[in-house]
C-alpha cells in the first residue's frame, strides 16, 4: 500500500494523464475528491494537495484537462472540505471530546498547527493553503479556539479560490516550458520537498536544546 502511494506520488503526471485519457469527464470527480478529503478529513493529511494542482495544471496547458472547469471545482472542493473540517472540530469542542483521544489523530500534527494557528491567528487558514498537515488541521484547530464560522468561512473562502488559482495556473504556464515538461517529475519532488520544508525547520528548532544565557559578573 505505501509503496503504491509512493508511485503514485512519483508518478502523479502520469498516473494523473493516464486516468484523464481513459475515463475522461471522471478524472475532474476524483481530483474534486481528493482535494476535498485531504482538507475535509483531519486524519488524512498525506494526501498530495500541492502537487495535484500543479499537475492538473500542467494537464490543462496540454489539453487533457479545461482550466476555466479546474479553477472553480478545485476551489470549491477546497472551501467545501474546509468547512466539513471545521464542523469535524465544532463537534468536538461542542460536545467536550478531548482531541487527543481522536484515533489516528497525531498529536504532534495537532500541536503543530495549534503553534501555526497562535502565531499567525486568522490569517492562518489562508497561509495553511501552502503547509501541509497544517493546511488539513488548520479548520479544526480554527474550531477548537472559537473563531466564529462568519470570520472563518471569510478566510476559507479566500484561501481555497487562491490556492486553486496561484498552483493551477503555475501549472499550466509552466506545463508548456519544455524542460519543466521534461523534468516534471523532478519539479513535482521538488514541490514537495519545499512544501514541507517549513515543518522541517519548525521540528529542527524545537528539538535544539535551550542553553542558558551567561550570568552576569
Known amino acids: ?3 503504491l502511494f509512493i ?3 512519483l508518478h502523479l503526471d502520469t498516473h494523473l494523464a493516464a486516468l484523464a485519457a481513459s475515463h475522461g469527464f471522471l478524472v475532474y470527480l476524483a481530483l474534486f475528491a481528493i482535494i476535498f478529503i485531504e482538507t475535509g478529513v483531519v486524519i488524512l493529511p498525506f494526501l498530495p494537495g500541492d502537487s495535484l494542482l500543479f499537475v492538473a495544471g ?3 496547458a496540454q ?11 478545485l476551489a470549491l472542493a477546497a472551501i467545501a472540505g474546509d468547512a466539513l473540517n471545521y464542523a469535524i ?8 471530546i478531548d482531541a487527543r483521544q481522536l484515533p489516528l489523530l497525531k498529536q504532534e500534527h495537532l500541536a503543530q498547527a495549534h503553534a501555526f494557528f497562535e502565531r499567525h491567528g486568522p490569517k492562518t487558514i489562508v497561509l495553511a493553503r501552502f503547509v501541509p498537515i497544517v493546511r488539513t488541521l488548520a479548520p479544526f484547530v480554527a474550531a477548537l479556539s472559537k473563531m466564529r464560522y462568519s470570520i472563518f468561512m471569510r478566510y476559507n473562502s479566500f484561501g481555497g479560490l ?4 496561484s498552483l493551477s495556473c503555475a501549472g499550466y504556464a509552466l506545463g508548456s516550458v519544455p524542460w519543466v515538461s521534461n523534468n516534471l517529475n523532478a519539479v513535482l519532488l521538488g514541490i514537495v520537498v519545499l512544501s514541507i520544508l ?3 525547520i519548525g521540528k529542527l528548532k ?3 536544546p535551550a542553553y542558558p544565557s551567561d550570568k552576569q559578573n
Do not use: E
Open 1 to 3: 500500500m505505501l509503496s
Open 7 to 9: 508511485d503514485w506520488i
Open 58 to 60: 500542467t494537464l490543462a
Open 63 to 73: 489539453q487533457i484537462l479545461s482550466l476555466p472547469v479546474l479553477i472553480p471545482l
Open 89 to 96: 472540530g465544532w463537534t468536538v469542542r461542542t460536545r467536550a
Open 162 to 165: 487562491l490556492g486553486a488559482v
Open 198 to 200: 517549513p515543518s522541517i
Open 206 to 208: 524545537a528539538s535544539k
